[in-house]
């Protein structure tokens, strides 16, 4: 059974850093894409990073660029998020989800429709 549960948001101050993390379970971590998209209210879903299943493509809009990393864990099928220099417009619900099985070793996107699962999201909000 495919699931994936994020962790690691929470309440910060501006300027600060979270990592968030995706647990992965069931066989599809051996040939999934994993992304990370949030959503703010009254906003759509976006897309701010993605890393193939091979590892050697990651992408991330220009909005977040140079402040948002994706990578992997050593160990236990978890893809992490970090997130630095947090801005209150970083505030919303942030997502993971992994890729279809169809997509080759090397793609990742940022488009949801290329997403066939996802997790329920954990909140980051950034105030003062």
């Known amino acids: 059974q495919v699931q994936l549960v994020e962790s690691g948001g929470g309440l910060v101050q501006p300027g600060s850093s979270l990592r968030l993390s995706c647990g992965v379970s069931?066989?599809?971590?051996?040939?999934?894409?994993i992304g990370w998209f949030r959503q703010a209210p009254g906003k759509e879903r976006e897309a701010v990073a993605c890393?193939?299943?091979?590892?050697?493509?990651?992408k991330y809009p220009d909005s977040v660029k140079g402040r948002f990393t994706i990578f992997k864990g050593n160990a236990n099928k978890t893809v992490h998020l970090q997130i630095n220099g947090l801005a209150p417009d970083d505030t919303a619900l942030y997502f993971c989800?992994?890729?279809?099985?169809?997509?080759?070793?090397?793609?990742?996107?940022?488009?949801?429709?290329?997403?066939?699962?996802w997790g329920r999201g954990t909140q980051v909000t950034v105030a003062s």
């Open positions: 989800a992994a890729g279809s099985a169809l997509r080759a070793s090397d793609w990742c996107g940022d488009s949801i429709d290329g997403y066939a699962y």
């Open positions: 069931g066989a599809i971590w051996d040939y999934s894409a």
């Open positions: 890393i193939s299943n091979n590892s050697r493509v990651r």
